[in-house]
């Protein structure tokens, strides 16, 4: 959890923050009812809530109406997103996407390389595709697909079991195809290997 004084210094620091009816009206929800799970500037501190600092803006909006309409499972989320409007949601999607993003800590080189190899280059052997056709070179996503650089693993992979067992269906069946394909030591190795970019 980060202080209200910290969160407001951080945002401060934002450049044109301050002029963005958009941005200040972000902050202000977030402070009000996001900062305890993802943390004033999206750098959540625990693996069991996604890190949004940084995130796409589209991607976030469309997760947070996914949420509320019940596209995408998630009780704390739907609770939270239930009076909320789309102007909100813009705005939601405008304070977060303008944090920076962090990094996480990887210490297992030989996993990190087994998972950028994956990532790279997909597993020919099995008809997975690699990661970065859709989330990109860097990891940092696209209007389309999250920014997956610096994620928790563990939330990664729960995700990733997710997509498989069709739990999560708001991504077009693209990631029901990816996931089925990874075993469990791949879906492991990716996520080490995207926590520490
Ligand atoms: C009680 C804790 C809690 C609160 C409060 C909360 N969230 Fe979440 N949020 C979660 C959890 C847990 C998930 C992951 C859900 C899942 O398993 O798919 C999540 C997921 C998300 C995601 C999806 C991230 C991604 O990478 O796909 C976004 C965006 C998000 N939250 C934004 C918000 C915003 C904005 C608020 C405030 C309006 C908020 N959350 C309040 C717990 C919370
Ligand atoms: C064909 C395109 C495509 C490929 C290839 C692909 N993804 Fe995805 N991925 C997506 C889309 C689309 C979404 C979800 C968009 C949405 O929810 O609206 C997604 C979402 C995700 C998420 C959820 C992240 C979050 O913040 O909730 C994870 C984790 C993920 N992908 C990991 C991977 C990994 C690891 C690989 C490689 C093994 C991979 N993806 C390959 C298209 C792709």
Redesign the pocket.
């Known amino acids: 959890m980060k202080p209200w004084g910290l969160g407001l210094l951080l945002a401060a620091g934002v450049a044109g923050a301050a002029d963005d009816p958009d941005y200040v009206r972000g902050e202000e929800?977030?402070m009000a009812?996001?900062f305890?799970?993802?943390g004033a500037t999206g750098d959540s501190s625990s693996p069991?809530?996604?890190k949004?600092a940084g995130?796409h803006p589209e991607?976030?909006r469309k997760?947070?109406r996914n949420?509320k309409r019940g596209e995408?499972?998630?009780a704390?989320?739907r609770k939270?997103?239930a009076d909320?409007d789309e102007p909100d949601l813009k705005a939601?999607a405008v304070y977060?996407s303008r944090q920076p993003p962090t990094r996480g800590n990887s210490s297992y080189p030989e996993m990190r390389a087994a998972g950028e190899a994956i990532f790279r280059n997909g597993n020919p052997a099995t008809g997975l595709k690699p990661c970065k056709e859709c989330h990109g070179d860097d990891a940092g996503g696209t209007d389309k697909t999250?920014r997956l650089a610096g994620?928790h693993a563990l939330?990664i992979e729960?995700?990733l079991s997710?997509f498989e067992e069709r739990k999560?269906t708001n991504d077009n069946e693209k990631m029901h195809d990816v996931a089925k394909r990874l075993s469990i030591d791949e879906m492991r190795a990716v996520a080490e290997f995207l926590r520490g970019l």
């Open positions: 929800i977030v009812r996001c305890l799970c993802h069991l809530y996604p949004i995130q991607y976030l997760q947070l949420f995408r499972e998630g704390d989320m939270v997103m909320l939601l977060y999250p994620q939330y729960t995700q997710l999560r």
